[in-house]
């Protein structure tokens, strides 16, 4: 225990003074340094970042716990967020870099109006500290404690040890949020981010070799032939997320997350440059896509490991850890689930506070404010929402239907109105501020009185995806009856370089490819097929899915190539009007 206890020390220690070393000398009075780590951050620290403050350890415990009782299919809220890294690099990150924008919202009021901005930015405030901040505290305790069984190591309740956890989690984090800005998160998400791989990775390694007595290749043999149930990832109308989900709600709702939620998008918006942006974010697809390796194949182990006698599934992950991780991995690897809990936690706080300063508290308070007054408001306010949430956060263990599906659901009231004014305002010109507002409060009542009030048989995933269909319809017949003035794009005032990597057609096509790969693979057609030889891994029409998509794979690497020289020219065009615009500034003045 004295070895678990100083090796868990060592590393959060080593990440905390790895943090203030790398940001000691960062310029923190700038709105800039503070909300956007001075616009520097590289491809590497973005793709840590990013995965750190998605990744945390309710999903390990909770897609370990989907896999061990009902299969793996629960990977597809993981993998297929491989779709949204694209979308991001491609498109909505160019947009957002060459606006100089700070926060989402911001090309809500280029693009509509002020009220728009305000409407999201309030909603997504609202979500963040009534929902997110509060939830990713308790589930981060809740999560920490199931894995190291905290209540008998400090020989507390379980409430009392949920109360403890909360608050030395939150403090910390709140630690890094407040007085270390965007630079402190990123640079301790990255070094967090490289423990998690590993540490992650470590728990099925061993999982593998004690299934095989030793040896990890005859432990996977097992998991691969027998109960290949458990290893199909193209879910019934039963399972956690059925295959069509895939292509409904989820869909947006991983648009949302990746491409417009402030807490994503905030370090991307922080890159040196349009180039080092795209790296990052194409490097955090390929980790989304390998991430089930971490999050849910553990529970398919665990599955065989206790042949099914758990009683509970979100007992596998714990159980798994406890029995096969050895003694001198526990404290590394519980320092490293720690940070995956700091990190989410704190990137909501320091998300929050931007988003706050930036949409609501400059723009209505205090239009003229300084950069020095507008960081001391920053850190009031994630000090305020960080109490709150310590507060609250605890009490959420009474909430009824747990906090994970309650978490789930919640986040349909922000995330679809969001993604659909954004995408729509992205591609047509004719739709209105009017019909925005009416897309975003009608959406609101709908989806209360189809998912609270009347309780509708249908997934709630699908419900997201009939709803943004509505919200777009909303919008356009609104706008046809009653239109206004025709959007044009304002001056752009790119902050970074906006060159694009040239190597992005060939990183995005092997991205979607490895993601429909490991869908081939988990599926009826690969390890699950009931046709297969005995000796043979996959089914007999696996290497016919196989060259269909190579062949598909050529064809999508066509479309990028072309789309790509697109963005370019299109680049150049904007950089010349840019820069004759500000060449007649210049004269005029």
């Not at 910390?172 to 423990?195: M, Q, W």
């Not at 299934?211 to 990832?233: R, S």
């Not at 010109?429 to 019909?435: E, G, I, P, Q, R």
């Not at 490895?514 to 009826?524: G, Q």
Request: proline share 3%.
């Amino acid at each position: 225990m004295g070895l678990t206890i100083l090796s868990f020390l060592f590393f959060t220690v080593l990440v905390a003074l790895i943090s203030w070393w790398k940001t000691k000398s960062e310029k923190l009075d700038t709105a800039d340094g503070y909300f956007l780590a001075g616009r520097g951050l590289s491809g590497m620290v973005i793709a840590g970042s990013m995965l750190l403050t998605n990744i945390s350890a309710e999903q390990m415990v909770g897609l370990s716990g989907q896999a061990y009782s009902r299969g793996i299919s629960g990977m597809g809220w993981e993998t297929t967020a491989a779709i949204a890294t694209i979308a991001l690099a491609m498109f909505f990150l160019p947009n957002y870099l060459k606006r100089g924008f700070t926060t989402m919202p911001q090309f809500l009021e280029e693009r509509y109006d002020s009220g728009t901005r305000k409407l999201v930015s309030v909603l997504l405030l609202v979500g963040y500290v009534l929902i997110s901040t509060p939830a990713a505290l308790y589930a981060g305790a809740v999560a920490f404690n199931q894995v190291f069984n905290l209540t008998d190591l400090l020989g507390v309740t379980y409430v009392q040890s949920i109360w403890i956890l909360v608050w030395v989690i939150g403090i910390i984090g709140s630690i890094y949020a407040i007085f270390g800005g965007l630079k402190a998160v990123a640079v301790s998400d990255t070094i967090n981010g490289i423990g998690l791989i590993i540490g992650g990775l470590a728990v099925p390694f061993f999982g593998l070799l004690h299934l095989g007595e030793g040896k990890v290749l005859a432990g996977l043999n097992q998991v691969i032939t027998t109960h290949t149930e458990k290893l199909n990832a193209v879910g019934s109308a039963t399972d956690p997320v059925p295959f069509g989900t895939l292509f409904t709600g989820m869909i947006f709702a991983n648009l949302f997350y990746w491409c417009t939620n402030q807490v994503l998008i905030q370090r991307t918006l922080g890159a040196a440059n349009l180039k080092e942006g795209q790296k990052g974010v194409l490097m955090s697809g390929f980790m989304k896509v390998l991430i089930p390796l971490i999050v849910s194949f553990p529970g398919v182990i665990a599955f065989h490991i206790f042949k099914g006698e758990l009683q509970m599934g979100d007992a596998a992950y714990p159980a798994l850890v406890s029995l096969v991780l050895p003694k001198y991995l526990t404290g590394f690897y519980c320092a490293v689930i720690f940070g995956a809990v700091l990190s989410t936690y704190n990137s909501l706080l320091n998300s929050a506070a931007t988003l706050f300063c930036f949409d609501i508290y400059k723009p209505v308070l205090n239009p003229n404010v300084s950069d020095e007054k507008l960081i001391k408001v920053a850190k009031i306010v994630a000090t305020f929402l960080a109490l709150f949430s310590m507060f609250v956060a605890p009490l959420t263990m009474y909430a009824e239907g747990g906090l994970f599906e309650v978490m789930r659901r919640f986040t349909g009231f922000f995330n679809i109105p969001t993604i659909a004014i954004v995408l729509v305002g992205f591609f047509s010109k004719k739709v209105t501020a009017l019909s925005a507002k009416v897309a975003v409060i009608s959406h609101i009542l709908l989806y209360t009185l189809l998912i609270f009030i009347l309780k509708v048989k249908i997934n709630y995933i699908h419900i997201m995806g009939i709803l943004f269909i509505v919200n777009t319809l909303t919008m356009l017949i609104i706008s046809w009856l009653k239109p206004g003035k025709v959007y044009e794009a304002k001056n752009l005032k790119p902050a970074v370089d906006m060159k694009p990597w040239k190597r992005f057609p060939e990183v995005a096509t092997l991205l979607l490819g490895l993601m429909v790969f490991a869908y081939i693979f988990l599926s009826p057609l690969g390890v699950v097929s009931a046709e297969k030889e005995i000796g043979d891994i996959v089914g007999p029409n696996f290497k016919y899915a196989l060259m269909a998509l190579l062949l598909g794979m050529g064809v999508v690497y066509s479309m990028f190539k072309k789309a790509i020289s697109s963005i370019e020219e299109k680049a150049i065009i904007e950089e010349e009007e840019f820069l004759q615009a500000e060449e007649l500034q210049v004269s005029f003045e």
